[in-house]
């Protein structure tokens, strides 16, 4: 089943050996996809990989930003304020949901429903609208910075999150009619594609697949990051680990999922929206006070600036963005106003200078769609990643399709395969 | 916050203390990877790749991770390992894919491919002395001719201004 296949989500590359209709033997080339992600990672700068990461998961890809920048911090040593803590986590949560609705509405169109399809797709239309309000992009997100997040959420995030998560549930909702209690969706997706526990863990699977197989390892549980041991919610769990159960797995990941994000609008810590007007000063203000000499001061206060100076903004977001001067940019007024935040801006953005990370390695992984998202991160103290290495969630899965497909029919690949969840973004990088 | 033990180990014994870590519970290969240190400002470096293996302890019945332990192994110039894939077929692939972007050779085990690039890819990619921007010698078919599609196989000229 060649690399351009209607029902391979990508391509890849599936060498069927066959006896009739039995599967005896399977060969599965991956690598059409190769993109060199971890050489280009080498030949930018800390935060240009970003962009690159989006394009690894590229149906969560939220998820990855997340993922490469907590390696960077956890290699330099640094923790996000709270509230960016918050974004990263809706963030994750929406891209996790889009993830599972592409997984189970491809799958289930290969099977013929092209209902269930349109219905989820539609719902994932919604979040995608969502996505581009928060950071300004559909899939191309690059929303995460090494120290925080690139900008705070609009003032409406919260009300318009409540409307889609209605849309989305009831979307949710009318394909489980539709698909779970299906006589011809089960038939195809019951008792195929089934692993046990022992295979699974000894191929290195986690994620949905290995949830439905029995074993409850969820990173987010395992190895809380960022703030998700605030948050209650349930991990599902199968029991036989064949296409049907990781069906519901999925979607039960789904209300998992929008109730997380809507636990982080309860908590999460307010944010620029409230701060008070009398810690502006005007910019004339500032910089007379810098001139004759009240320097001490000029850290407490803000410039009110005029709407006109092309990209202004209060306090380059410290709700969201470290503050550490050597992570990240200062606010324009400062870079404006004071010799100190010109010289941070420049050391920054000149060649060669830029954020440096301590000379070290550090491994830290998030929960993908997939499963465990690792970056290994390799630093030479210089302003480029020395290594970057992603632990593709879906390649030690297609690694264990050989066996998963052994005895099955023909017709067993379409639902095993798509319930595989591959995106080839990941797998191939 | 994964915090993975680290401990070195020879190249020569890899395999041994890998398969006594199974031994003692750690069940689930994480992620085999190397890194090529000959551009490292690193005073310390002895061998050109270190290889990390990651295993994990995990318990199936709470799905919580019992701790985890990176083993480097430091390989010199032509770096050839015995392959730990009777001890976990995942790792398989991940060897694969290291002797494909590194040329780090397994023994042990069936013939080693390439994962990622085609087999007539020449070199190992994620080399420091691989440019990033090197071309590949053309591939076609053997008698040499070229095929009926106008585009196979033909670099195409830039533009020229005239």
Redesign the interface.
């Known amino acids: 089943m060649g690399p351009a296949h209607p029902a391979m989500h990508g391509v890849v590359r599936l060498i069927l050996e066959l006896e009739g209709e039995k599967i005896v033997h399977t060969d599965v080339e ?2 059409y996809l ?1 993109r ?1 992600f ?3 990672a080498e ?1 930018e700068t800390w935060n240009n990989v970003i962009p690159w990461t989006d394009r690894l998961n590229y149906v969560s890809p939220l998820i990855n930003n997340v993922g490469y920048a907590l390696a960077v911090e ?1 290699l330099a040593g640094i923790t996000i304020p709270e509230r960016g803590q918050y974004l990263r986590v809706i963030a994750s949560e929406i891209s996790r949901v889009t993830d599972h609705l592409t997984c189970i509405g491809a799958s289930a169109m290969e099977l013929g429903a092209f209902t269930a399809f349109l219905y989820l797709i539609k719902a994932r239309e919604y979040l995608y609208q969502l996505v581009d309000q928060l950071t300004g992009a559909r899939i191309t997100t690059s929303y995460t910075r090494v120290g925080g997040v690139k900008a705070d959420m609009p003032e409406d995030f919260a009300e318009k999150c409540k409307t889609v998560f209605r849309q989305v549930r009831e979307a949710v909702v009318d394909t489980d009619k539709l698909l779970t209690k299906n006589r011809i969706f089960m038939d195809r997706v019951d008792g195929t594609g089934a692993m046990s ?2 295979d699974a ?5 986690t994620g949905p697949f290995l949830r439905s197989t ?5 990173v987010r ?3 809380p ?1 960022l703030v998700y041991d605030r948050f209650d919610f349930e ?1 599902p ?1 199968g029991t036989k680990g064949d296409n049907f159960d990781r069906y519901l797995c999925r979607f039960a990941e789904i209300e998992q999922s929008l109730r997380i994000v809507e636990q982080c609008f309860v908590q999460m810590p307010k944010g620029k929206h409230s701060l008070e007007p009398k810690e502006m000063k005007d910019a004339f203000e500032y910089q007379d006070e810098g001139k004759h000499g009240d320097t001490a001061l000029l850290a407490k206060y803000k410039a009110k600036v005029d709407q006109t100076l092309q990209g202004g903004q209060r306090g380059d977001r410290p709700d969201v963005l470290t503050q550490d001067p050597i992570f990240v940019m200062p606010a324009k007024e400062d870079a404006y106003g004071s010799i100190e935040g010109l010289m941070n801006h420049f050391e920054l953005v000149m060649w060669s200078w830029g954020i440096k990370i301590p ?1 070290g ?1 550090a ?3 998030v929960e993908g769609g997939n499963g ?1 998202l ?1 970056f ?1 991160v ?1 630093s ?2 210089s302003d480029r990643p ?2 970057v ?1 992603c ?1 593709p969630p879906c ?2 899965i ?3 399709l050989p066996q998963l497909l052994k005895g099955s029919w023909v017709a067993d690949v379409i639902p095993t395969f798509g319930s595989v969840n591959m995106i080839a973004g990941e797998l ?2 | ?2 915090t ?1 033990e680290l401990r070195r180990a020879e190249a020569a014994n890899n395999f041994e203390e890998l398969k006594a870590l199974k031994e003692q519970g750690y ?5 085999i ?1 190397a ?2 240190y000959s ?4 005073s310390a470096i002895v061998q050109r790749f270190d290889v ?1 293996y ?1 295993v994990m302890k ?1 318990d ?1 019945a ?4 019992g701790g985890r332990v ?1 083993v480097h192994c430091a390989v010199g110039e032509a770096p050839v390992l015995r392959s730990v894939m009777s001890v ?3 790792a ?3 060897e694969r894919e290291v002797w494909d ?1 590194f040329g780090v050779g397994f023994v042990d085990r069936p013939t080693i491919k ?5 087999e007539e890819f020449v070199g190992h ?2 080399r420091k002395d ?1 440019p ?1 921007a090197k071309r590949q010698p053309l591939i076609g078919p053997e008698s040499g001719e070229l095929a009926d599609s106008p585009s196979f196989n033909v670099v195409r000229p830039t533009i020229k201004y005239d």
Do not use: C, F
């Open positions: 991956i690598g190769h060199a971890e050489k280009h030949a956890k526990k022992e863990l000894a191929y290195g699977i029995g074993v409850p390892y969820d549980r395992a190895h990051y991990v769990v000379a390695e491994y830290s992984a465990e690792g290994h390799v030479d103290g020395y290594r290495r632990r390649l030690y297609m690694a264990a191939d990088r | 916050m994964i993975p069940n689930v290969l994480v992620d990877t890194v090529d551009a490292h400002p690193r990390v990651q995990l199936p709470t799905g919580q991770d990176e976990w077929p995942g398989d692939w991940l972007m390439r994962l990622l690039m085609y990619p994620l691989y990033i």
